[in-house]
């Protein structure tokens, strides 16, 4: 990712289905948050719920973050 993504920016991930668009989204959301950053998620495929199932089953466990 060259460096990874710059503090403060917003990113668009897109790409075809299948892709691995989500578990790239999900990763860099779980390290965001375990090195201390905060971070927001815009989408429109996943209710928080389904989000914390999805990424639980790639053991990359958020919830602790959201409570």
């Given amino acids: 990712m060259g460096?990874?993504?710059?503090?403060?920016?917003?990113?668009?991930?897109?790409g075809g289905s299948g892709s691995g668009k989500s578990v790239l989204s999900q990763q860099i959301m779980w390290g965001s948050l375990h090195d201390g950053f905060t971070a927001a998620v815009?989408?429109?495929?996943?209710?928080?719920?389904?989000l914390v199932?999805?990424?639980?089953?790639?053991?990359l466990d958020v919830l602790d973050y959201l409570l």
């Avoid at 503090?7 to 668009?12: E, I, K």
């Fill in 3 to 14: 460096g990874g993504v710059p503090v403060g920016s917003v990113v668009l991930i897109e």
């Fill in 42 to 50: 815009f989408t429109s495929e996943n209710t928080v719920k389904s």
């Fill in 53 to 59: 199932r999805q990424m639980q089953s790639i053991d």
